[in-house]
């Protein structure tokens, strides 16, 4: 999350980006992603290493500043290692997209 974030920041990759559970942390959660490049965010709403509000935080202020033909939040059941994302039997599941409920 924060490397790639960096790297898009700095200018040194402007190609879509995967981010999941980023590690949104001071410093990075200020940054405003540049138009043109695409990227997803997928978070567990129990990440027990980010706290959740400093993601919506990141993500509202991107989605709002691009749209969602550039930014998409994914936010789903689960913790920080996204395991009952894969895991279908662990109970994950998508639980907002785009900050609202679906």
Do not use: M
Not at 35 to 60: K, M, T, W
Request: aromatic share 6%.
């Amino acid at each position: 999350g924060p490397t790639v974030l960096s790297l898009i920041h700095r200018g040194y990759w402007s190609g879509p980006s995967l981010l999941c559970c980023p590690a949104i942390v001071p410093g990075v959660d200020n940054l405003n992603i540049p138009s043109g490049i695409p990227v997803v965010v997928l978070a567990g709403n129990h990440d027990e290493q980010v706290p959740y509000s400093r993601i919506i935080y990141f993500c509202q202020k991107n989605l709002k500043r691009l749209g969602s033909a550039s930014f998409e939040w994914v936010t789903v059941k689960d913790r920080h290692n996204l395991n009952t994302t894969i895991d279908k039997n662990l109970g994950g599941g998508l639980v907002l997209k785009n900050g609202e409920t679906s």
